[in-house]
């Protein structure tokens, strides 16, 4: 990583030493604050007893279960919502049509609905008082307090998260180059794939860190749905809350620390992966295989 | 309705929208919809009664103003912030970049434990504001502090990569022709900010508004005090009132959906007054 | 492409549905309250090989607990129960009323079809430093009550109703009066948590307020798990009779064709090892003998029941907890 950001090497894009180190101040003491000392408590709640404790606290077989669904499910919400995202981003930034403002509200709405309400509408659809909910039963097919309600929940919650991420960005970005290319020649998939992507890279990387990390880290509506089947149904966050409630809080926040890592390790990948791009600068490659 | 009325020289306006709309349609709007029909087994006079009587009225205003409180504390601190990482170099930066997505990943029952802990009197904040008679923990104010907390990344997110890819040119320009460093950010950079400034911050206020799981931790959950309004639908949900749930929860429903409306219409203006879209 | 894409979801979730559904073994599922955990993983523990001794099956009971209102309306909306051991009777009422469990299923086990019994105490800080040992001890102005909310949480039904009947049992005690002492008692209330753990940590991890209203079986877990220096229990000399039931849950077991084991599971309960293992737990056993063995470990007190006092669960709720009912009243001030 260079030393110094492009924008400090120029007058027009750097403000007086005072402004700056204003600015450094407030946001970092914020950052403090609301961020830093709650994520330190975690890990000084974790390490409590000590790193033997903190392991044993980890391998336990009920919390290495609830890693493998929560990793399940968000190895099937993330992609589902990587393709919508960039779907719903190419139709609404590279089109005009009417309507386009709703579509954009209702791609939001997962966001406003209470996580409460995420857990309650699959419910009240494949509940066994639900709409769908007799059918499933009398094919033995079990969607809510099982696995597809849990990563059901999970694509609803996470939903707009890669969408909101680019569209603002390739709105950003105006159409002139995907036009450039387009009269050059090239395809849809061309355009996109040599145009666009290189474009939004970021931002589409971005939205998968944040889609990821809420998928895995989703409480409220995946509690609904759940079930709470020890071993079989608890997702990471639902495990933390049965140790915690078990008066384990050591290891409550041992495993709750194990989420916090994993978006630590997911932020290392992209900084290395910002660092290679930065090396090849020639190669305006696309970002296959990133995470 | 979704008809593309201009004609776009790109390809793929069909598939990207038709998936798009199918997609929305089975995960969001199929679902939501149930909400709508659960309410509609209420009859009117009811619903009403049900979404008015005081500490349903008491528990929107807190809702939705410690919501608006929050995201605008976040609105500002967070454009500090994505400035902080995209334009200086400090030490740490690395780290405090990568932590800024920390409260999504944590979740939500961990935040409102370990915030609790922070900020109730025994804990490392608690105990500072103590003698100077502050009481963060179990009262509103503990609310705000988990709605910031929880909203934060959104602004910081959604603000970072626009400001990443602004040229500096732009700045530069701005400079040579005379203009001082806060006409260039308030005529230049903030005008090509600002859809992503209020994208950051309707999805932070539409989130915190329905923010359950970290803010019965550090509320304290009185009614008529701080009771916030999803702890009223589980209330309900307890005693096996499925319609008077749903009825709350389509207020709210409704009540973000306009708000969400009404700022996605003003980012699109503001796009529009800054011509970064071509129509 | 785009019928793929359309459907890829829809073809996953299908084959998760027939995955889950496909894992067919003797597997009992009780769902179960909160305080619970520990006692459930120790007896399932014993049934099992109870179990294989006496038919050779093999056996395996998996667990879930959560508030006792939420777990019933779990088995409500599908959640696959062969038993349910709840904390009221109320939130086994409302499955009975949708067919779930029969309609005399507190005739099918003895005792009311509760196996262990528990009563609502009080947890103060070591040293008990503002004297309290009854309930009236609660409403003195400046001190500082902790109890769940009634309305999201079962135990804090029981802790409500416990004070009510306190209340209503002193000279001159009529429904005004119960009223009113209810109502300076949630006066002294600072933080509702939605659960009896959560209001537990609140009063024991973040040190807010001089008495915690309890099950009895939670106050003697939390002494035991957060340290005898810390706390102590004070019995009340009158409160109520908790009678956590039980039942089968008729139509699953029906379907998956497991009710003789669920039956025998819950049957178990009742046996002198059952028993052992709930006042190990510190629920108050039925079986008598094993009542006079830990005699020592429980306090002597009068103890009222719901239906003497409020006429059963149905009519407390809809006196008390419904919407505008009598909690409503009081804490709107």
């Known amino acids: 990583m260079s030393l110094t950001t492009r924008f400090e090497r120029s007058a027009a894009t750097s403000e007086p030493a005072l402004i700056k180190a204003l600015i450094l101040c407030l946001s970092l003491s914020f950052f403090g604050v609301f961020l830093l000392l709650p994520l330190l408590s975690v890990f000084t709640e974790a390490l409590h007893k000590g790193v033997i404790y903190y392991f044993n606290a980890i391998t336990e077989p009920d919390t290495w279960s609830a890693m493998q669904l929560t990793l399940l499910a968000a190895a099937i919400a993330v992609p589902l919502n990587l393709i919508f995202g960039v779907a719903a981003s190419w139709a609404i930034t590279k089109f005009d049509f009417v309507g386009k403002h709703l579509l954009i509200t209702l791609i939001d709405l997962p966001f406003s609905v209470s996580p409460v309400i995420a857990g309650l509408i699959f419910v009240l659809v494949f509940g066994a008082q639900g709409w769908f909910g007799s059918w499933f039963l009398d094919n033995d097919l079990q969607i809510i307090f099982a696995v597809p309600g849990i990563v059901l929940a999970t694509i609803f919650v996470t939903f707009p998260f890669v969408a909101r991420e680019l569209i603002p960005l390739m709105e950003a970005q105006g159409r002139e180059e995907e036009e450039a290319a387009a009269v050059l020649g090239a395809n849809g998939w061309q355009t996109f794939w040599y145009v666009t992507l290189p474009n939004i890279k970021w931002g589409l990387l971005y939205g998968v860190i944040l889609c990821n990390a809420r998928a895995m880290g989703e409480f409220g509506a995946v509690s609904v749905v759940s079930g709470h089947i020890r071993g079989y149904t608890n997702t990471i966050p639902l495990q933390v809350e049965i140790l915690y409630n078990e008066y384990n809080y050591v290891a409550a926040f041992a495993v709750a620390s194990l989420l916090a890592l994993l978006a630590l390790l997911t932020l290392i990948a992209k900084s290395y992966v910002e660092w290679r791009l930065k090396k090849e600068t020639n190669a305006p490659s696309a970002i296959e295989g990133t995470i | ?279 | 492409m785009k019928i793929n894409l359309k459907t890829l979801p829809i073809v996953i979730l299908f084959s998760l549905g027939l995955i889950s559904a496909s894992a067919a073994q003797t597997v009992l599922l009780n769902v179960s309250y909160d305080p619970t955990r520990e006692l459930y993983q120790d007896y399932n523990k014993i049934f099992i090989e109870h179990w294989k001794k006496t038919t050779g099956e093999n056996l395996s009971v998996k667990q879930s607990h959560g508030g006792s209102g939420k777990q019933a309306r779990a088995v409500l909306d599908g959640l696959d129960a062969d038993v349910v051991t709840l904390a009221l009777a109320y939130d086994i009422d409302i499955l009975a009323e949708k067919n779930l469990v029969a309609k005399d299923w507190q005739k099918k086990f003895k005792d009311n079809a509760s196996p262990y019994t528990s009563t609502i105490v009080f947890l103060v800080r070591k040293g008990n430093p503002k004297g309290i040992k009854n309930w009236n001890d609660l409403i003195k102005a400046g001190t500082q009550v902790i109890t769940p909310n009634p309305k999201t949480s079962g135990g804090a039904r029981w802790n409500y109703l416990a004070a009510w009947a306190y209340a209503l049992k002193q000279p001159n005690g009529t429904a005004a009066t119960a009223k009113e002492f209810v109502k300076k008692l949630f006066a002294n209330v600072q933080v509702l948590d939605s659960g009896a753990r959560g209001a537990l940590t609140t009063f024991a991890e973040r040190g807010i307020g001089d008495v915690l209203i309890a099950w009895e079986n939670e106050a003697y877990l939390a002494v035991k798990e957060l340290g005898p220096d810390k706390f102590e229990i004070v019995t009340p000399a009158l409160s109520i009779l908790a009678e956590p039931p039980v039942a089968v849950v008729e139509k699953v077991s029906t379907r998956k064709n497991t009710k003789k084991v669920a039956t025998a599971y819950l049957e178990y309960l009742y046996s002198a090892e059952g028993q052992e293992i709930a006042a190990r737990h510190y629920y108050r056993p039925r079986n008598p003998k094993i009542a006079a063995k830990f005699a020592g470990q429980f306090a002597k007190l009068q103890l009222v029941t719901i239906d003497e006092v409020f006429g059963g669960w149905q009519q407390a709720q809809k006196t008390h907890f419904n919407d505008g009912g009598i909690f409503d009243q009081i804490i709107l001030k």
């Open chain 2, 1 to 279: 309705m979704f008809t593309n009325n201009k004609n776009s020289i790109f390809p793929g306006f069909g598939l990207s929208l038709g998936y798009t709309l199918v997609y929305l349609s089975i995960i969001v709007l199929v679902p939501l919809s149930a909400v709508v029909l659960k309410t509609t087994s209420l009859s009117l006079p009811s619903f009403i009664a049900a979404v008015t009587t005081p500490r349903v009225l008491a528990s929107f205003q807190l809702s939705f103003g410690m919501a608006l409180l929050a995201g605008l504390i976040n609105l500002f601190f967070g454009l500090l912030l994505a400035w902080a990482l995209v334009r200086y170099t400090f030490f740490g930066k690395n780290v405090v970049d990568a932590l800024i997505d920390l409260p999504f990943a944590l979740p939500t029952a961990v935040t409102g434990i370990a915030l609790a802990a922070l900020y109730s009197k025994n804990g490392w904040i608690g105990k500072q504001l103590e003698p100077l008679g502050i009481n963060i923990a179990f009262t509103p104010w503990g609310i705000l502090v988990a709605l910031i907390f929880i909203g934060l990344p959104f602004v910081v997110r959604t603000v970072q990569p626009i400001l990443e890819e602004i040229e500096l040119e732009l700045e530069e320009a701005a400079a040579s022709l005379g203009a001082s460093r806060w006409q260039s950010f308030t005529k230049v950079v903030l005008p090509i900010l600002l859809p992503a400034l209020l994208t950051g911050f309707a999805l932070a206020f539409a989130r915190a508004v329905g923010e359950y799981g970290s803010v019965i931790f550090i509320a304290g959950n009185i009614p008529m005090v701080s009771e916030i309004t999803p702890l009223i639908i589980i209330t309900k949900l307890e005693q096996y009132d499925y319609a008077g749930a749903t009825a709350i929860a389509l207020v709210m429903l409704i009540i973000s959906l306009l708000l969400l409306l009404a700022i996605n219409g003003l980012q699109a203006w503001s796009a529009k007054q800054t011509g970064r879209t071509r129509q």
